[in-house]
């Protein structure tokens, strides 16, 4: 048996619509087996008269959207991506009744875009060209990455996942240590991290009333019985000039759970310096993790630390 069908082009570039094409519907079990959970809306950018008000964020302007759909996802017959110059393109072909469905509301005042509903959740709008009559149809403005998503559903087929990202745990704590000659001691711990052979650390200063906080010295005590390469083979440096500290572990890696110590900062107040100061991680290239590959580390970042000149120094708590 053969049925007539509606051929529709929903993509990036434009709707328009030509003829009624003839297409092979397949056993309705089957048809109705994909696309559940997809349905096509009529929509408006102005008001009509029973469509609901949706508001699709970002950048797009509010909609006016049917309450019903004017056909679902069931309702079609194939669907296939293909891409053009302006982006990608849906085509899908509907059965005879979801065609004239479309054909009827198109008479009369329903809006001139197409909105996209997965679950009731809406995935993507399009515009309708002007000159859309017959059975083919190209609508604009349809995100490629959740067009092939709903092209997956209509085949059958599961949209593949997106991976939930996984939690970084590798943390940097800058934790102030009291005060020598006068300059003021920052600690730099790390925890929660994993394989790691390579570390380099940077900082910024930020706040105060009046005056500055001047980075001093930086340096690691490798004797410190917390030094989260222990007693390992190590190459280690401060670099005075760009503030950096800088660990290598000649060989193998280590796995921290709890607190160890990277390094110290002084710094000193100018004289004319009040208020309190903050110091924290520097996010750019100069602060990184490695692994014992050589590949980046994530890492977060607890609160930066605070020096407040003329009172007591506020500590905040490393994360357990």
């Keep these: 048996m053969r049925r007539t069908g509606l051929v529709l082009a929903v993509g ?76 990608s393109v849906m085509e899908l072909t509907l059965t005879a009744e979801a065609a004239e469905r479309l054909a009827t509301l198109r ?12 679950d009731g959740k809406l995935m993507s709008t399009g515009a309708l060209g002007a000159d859309s009559t017959g059975g083919r149809a190209t609508i604009t403005g349809l995100n490629s990455t959740n067009t092939e998503s709903v092209v997956r559903l209509l085949k059958g087929e599961r949209p593949v996942p997106v991976p939930s990202p996984t939690p970084v745990s590798a943390l940097i704590s800058l934790v102030p240590a009291g005060q020598s000659n006068g300059a003021y001691l920052i600690d730099v711990f790390v925890q929660g991290v994993t394989n790691l052979r390579t570390y380099q650390i940077g900082v910024v200063t930020s706040g105060g009333q009046v005056g500055k906080l001047v980075r001093e010295e930086a340096k690691i005590d490798k004797a410190r019985a917390d030094f989260v390469f222990g007693e390992l083979e190590v190459i280690s440096a401060a670099d005075q000039l760009g503030g950096r500290l800088v660990g290598v572990l000649v060989d193998g890696v280590v796995d921290k759970p709890t607190p160890a110590y990277l390094g110290t900062y002084a710094f000193r107040p100018s004289p004319d310096a009040t208020g309190t100061f903050e110091v924290a991680i520097d ?38």
């Design 107 to 118: 008479k009369h005042e329903s809006g001139d875009r197409v909105a996209i509903y997965v």
């Design 12 to 87: 990036i570039v434009g709707i328009s619509v030509t003829s009624l094409a003839s297409a092979r519907a397949e056993p309705r079990s089957v048809r109705e087996a994909k696309g559940g959970g997809v349905d096509f809306h009529l929509a408006s950018t102005t008001l009509i008269n029973g469509y609901d008000k949706v508001s699709p964020g970002g950048d797009s302007a509010t909609l006016y959207v049917a309450p019903r759909p004017v056909w679902t996802g069931k309702e079609v017959v194939s669907a296939r991506t293909t891409d053009s110059r302006d982006g």
């Design 283 to 320: 996010m750019s290239e100069k602060s990184f993790l490695a692994d014992g590959q050589n590949e980046m580390v994530e890492f977060r970042t607890g609160p930066a630390a605070s020096i407040s000149i003329g009172g007591v120094p506020t500590r905040p708590v490393i994360e357990k």
